[in-house]
Each structure stands twice: as structure tokens, then as C-alpha cells.
């Protein structure tokens, strides 16, 4: 998305956030930032696990 507004958006989705609470600084940047971090360790963690699975399913 152009500026980087994923950044905000993705996890505002993931976490059913409401525009409103974004606007009027209820939720602030470092609490997108955490949100971001989490969703980011999430597919990391899945992506590991599909490839330990990958890598051992022929046992």
C-alpha cells in the first residue's frame, strides 16, 4: 500500500480494531508497532513449522 498504511491497517484487521480508536490516539504507534511484531512472529512461526513438517513427513 503506498506510505506504508499496511503497516497501520494490517494489524487494525487482525485485531478488529476500530477506525475511530486510530484516529483519536487511543491506539497508539507503539501499540501498532507491538501488534505488527506479533503478527509478524506469527508467520514466521508457521512457516517454520510447515517446513519442519515438510522435512519430516516422510518418517
Known sequence: MPD?????LRPAKAFQL????L???AVD?????MMND???MEIDNEARIAKWRADNDGR
Open 23 to 25: 484516529k483519536s490516539g
Open 29 to 33: 504507534l507503539c501499540d501498532i508497532a
Open 18 to 21: 476500530d477506525m475511530k480508536d
Open 4 to 8: 506504508n498504511l499496511d503497516y497501520i
Open 38 to 40: 506479533y503478527l509478524q
